[in-house]
């Protein structure tokens, strides 16, 4: 039986707030543990809920961002459960009437293509604590810093059908969530995590069948692996006759698997009602209105304008717009070199790849886009070779800053003079009267190749710094003039 793999994504964000959702409580990540709590986040009887207004802002930022619907009148709600790290015994949430409503999330995929994305609903809620394993040998601490946290979730339609799609999405949300301000994004720090929701269905069957919940993944290759392992794990199920039982299951990295962590609860054993502390969130239209008016460029519109008016590819495009610091450093090299294309290259060329090994991002890399740009304009103005440029490239990304300055240091002028080239020509021509003979009597094709001795033996002669462009132009034309 052909079956086709069907997924729901499940995306929670931390947003970048300074406060907690509901205390005054600090958000730093990484803080020693219980350190960053307050009577409300550990649940101290008398304790009352005071809304922070910037995770309400930030929720509508996200909304408006998607094209979303903006429930005008949103409510928090308790979602009821038992856990050792959630002290009240209930979450607040947002239940019946989440803050953003159905919205589509355009998506650029990697053929150029955009695959549009529904979005069911985002809605704030505020993060648990955390079990620690590993502090107290045989005992499980509870780090409560992570408690109140403002966590904004953001639930699509069942919409993917491939890994890749899943992938593509998450890259997309990351990009504009970090874009907009709203969240690091981080996924190692767990400021972004993602459950997939799959199930299996025989290709072209209309209905969905029972899914499983892979929850908080932590990388997008870890989540690749786990949409294919559980998915064969399912057809397995499905093809020797047996069901798919609706549950929550842990992808475990080391042992390339995924297991049971718990059935999966329904709806109802949530007991959601509406929490009696908090009174609705109310936006009117002038609210929307200024949010609206303060928005970014977004990396769809972004990606777009690199193609059509900086004649990007679709590629250079995609990768560019990934961040929003790729972009800025991007536009701010362009502004000053005015070369697009060339900009674009050494960013996801040299730069991207100079990145990639040592694993920093572009913000803590010494290149700045000055460097870059006087580095391109070096390369524009026939002062450096290509190869030459890759020997400035290295000093720039070991620390050094003034272009003009490394160039002169490393003797790296090319001769663009043509003065200066023609003298070398001419000398060679008058040496080698035997292999200018052969030349001449030579036909196109293999002229082609004898012309390769004259280049070599001119680059030796200037030291390597000859333009190449001017040499052969020089050559071809003193070399048919017998
Ligand atoms: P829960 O609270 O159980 O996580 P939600 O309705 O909030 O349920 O979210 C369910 C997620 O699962 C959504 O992203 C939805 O698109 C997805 N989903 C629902 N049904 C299926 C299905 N049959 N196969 C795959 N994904 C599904
Ligand atoms: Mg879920």
């Given amino acids: 039986m052909q079956w086709e793999k069907v997924m729901g994504l499940e995306v929670h964000l931390q947003l970048a707030t300074q406060s907690k ?10 803080a020693a543990a219980n350190s960053q709590t307050n009577p409300l986040d550990v649940a101290l009887p008398g304790t009352l809920p005071v809304l922070n207004h910037s995770a309400v802002t930030q929720a509508i930022v996200f909304g408006l961002g998607i094209g979303a619907d903006i429930g005008r009148v949103s ?37 150029g293509s955009l695959f549009p994305v529904r ?47 899943v992938v593509a999405y998450l890259k997309a949300l990351h990009a504009l969530v970090t ?39 932590n990388s997008f290759r870890f989540i690749e692996r786990a949409i294919q392992i559980e998915a064969d794990r399912q057809q397995d199920l499905l093809d020797s006759g047996d069901t798919v039982t609706q549950e929550t299951r842990l992808f475990d990295p080391d042992k390339d698997e995924t297991r049971a962590m718990r059935s999966k609860e329904v709806a109802n054993d949530y007991r959601y009602f509406p929490d009696p502390d908090l009174l609705p969130i109310v936006i009117d239209d002038d609210t929307i209105d200024q949010i609206r008016a303060s928005l970014p460029e977004l990396p769809t519109a972004k990606r777009a304008r690199y ?54 991002t572009i913000n803590d890399c010494a290149i700045r886009p000055d460097g870059l740009a006087a580095l391109i304009t070096r390369i524009d103005d026939g002062t450096l070779s290509s190869k030459m440029a890759k020997t400035v490239f290295d000093a720039l990304w070991a620390g050094e800053s003034d272009v003009d300055r ?40 293999k002229q082609k190749k004898l012309i390769g001795f004259f280049v070599g033996q001119a680059m030796k002669a200037s030291k390597g710094q000859a333009n190449p462009q001017l040499l052969n132009q020089l050559l071809k034309e003193k070399l048919s003039a017998s």
């Fill in 75 to 111: 409510r928090f709600d308790r979602k009821n459960y038992f856990y050792p790290d959630l002290p009240k015994g209930y979450q607040i949430s947002q239940f019946f009437q989440p803050i953003v409503k159905e919205g589509i999330f355009d998506v650029p995929m990697e053929d």
């Fill in 179 to 217: 874009y907009l301000g709203i969240s690091d994004g981080n996924m190692s720090e767990g400021s972004m995590r993602c459950d997939v929701n799959l199930s299996l269905r025989p290709k072209g069957e209309s209905e969905y069948g029972t899914r499983t919940e892979l929850k908080n993944i």
């Fill in 21 to 30: 959702i509901f205390s005054s409580s600090a958000t730093t990540f990484g």
């Fill in 119 to 165: 979005i069911l609903r985002a809605h704030l809620e505020e993060d648990a604590g955390k079990s620690v394993h590993d502090a107290i040998p045989g005992h499980t601490g509870i780090d409560l810093n992570r408690a109140g946290t403002p966590l904004l979730e953001v639930v699509t339609e069942p919409d993917f059908r491939t890994a890749t799609q």
């Fill in 307 to 360: 193609i059509s008016d900086l004649g990007l590819g679709d590629y250079d495009a995609n990768l560019l717009t990934q961040d929003r610091a790729t972009a800025e450093f991007f536009e701010a090299t362009c502004t000053i070199c005015n070369n697009p294309k060339a900009a674009a290259n050494w960013i996801v060329g040299e730069l991207s790849a100079a990145l990639n090994r040592v694993g920093n």
């Fill in 406 to 445: 490394i160039i002169l240091d490393k003797g790296l002028k090319q001769v663009s003079d043509a003065g200066a080239l023609e003298a070398i020509v001419d000398e060679l021509i008058a040496a080698n009267s035997a292999q200018v003979d052969q030349y001449r009597a030579a036909d196109a094709s």
